[in-house]
Structure formats: C-alpha cells, structure tokens
C-alpha cells in the first residue's frame, strides 16, 4: 500500500503565503505524476497544478503566476508554494500521485487533504 500525507494547511489573510506539502511512503516503485488539487465547499474537485517526473509543470488558469508546485524525487515529495492567497483559494487541498508498485502495476493515490482558509 501506498499512504499521501499532507501538511502545511491553514488559515491565512489574504494575500499572504502558504506552502503544502505531501510526502508519499509505502510500496513504490517510482512516482509517475504528482499535483494538488481542491475542493471548495459545494464545487466539484479541481486541478490546482501537476508536475511529472521529468520535472514538467501544469497550472490551473487561477492559479497561474502566484502558484509554484515542486518536487523531490528523492523524498517521493511534492510541494505547492502559494502566494498572494485570495479568499475564493479557500478550499480542502488534496495530494494526488500517480504511483508505480511493481514493474506492471500503477495506481493513482490521494491524500486526506489539507484545509486551506484565506480570510479576507
């Protein structure tokens, strides 16, 4: 099995900065995907950005120039630097890996996920 742990949520004022990180452990081979997605209460769950392990990056429109994610492959860590956090960022933050546990099974994993709240 494979376990996503999250941290780093929290309540912030808008504006400032927040940093998640997730942390994958267990049976892996190697991480193909990595990202973060959101959930706000009401709205469907949403890519936030995705990152491979060649170390290409995805955004999200919203989130484009405030947004960086990153990743050690050798932690099987990924991180989502936030800045200039906006009210509407408020939602539950999920981690999300595409895992490799052997040489021919993949599965995709996620997170408990991590409360972002932005006060205005």
């Known amino acids: 099995q494979v376990q996503l742990v999250e941290s780093g949520g929290g309540l912030v004022q808008a504006g400032g900065p927040l940093r998640l990180s997730c942390a994958a452990s267990g049976s892996i081979w190697s991480i193909n995907a990595m990202g973060w997605y959101r959930q706000a209460p009401g709205k469907q769950r949403e890519l936030v950005a995705a990152t491979t392990s060649g170390g290409s990056t995805n955004y999200a429109d919203f989130v484009k120039g405030r947004f960086t994610i990153s990743r050690d492959n050798a932690k099987n860590s990924v991180y989502l630097q936030m800045n200039s956090l906006k009210p509407e960022d408020t939602a539950v933050y999920y981690c999300?890996?595409?895992?490799?546990?052997?040489?021919?099974?993949?599965?995709?994993?996620w997170g408990q996920g991590t409360q972002v709240t932005v006060s205005s």
């Open positions: 999300n890996a595409d895992v490799r546990t052997s040489w021919t099974s993949s599965k995709e994993y």
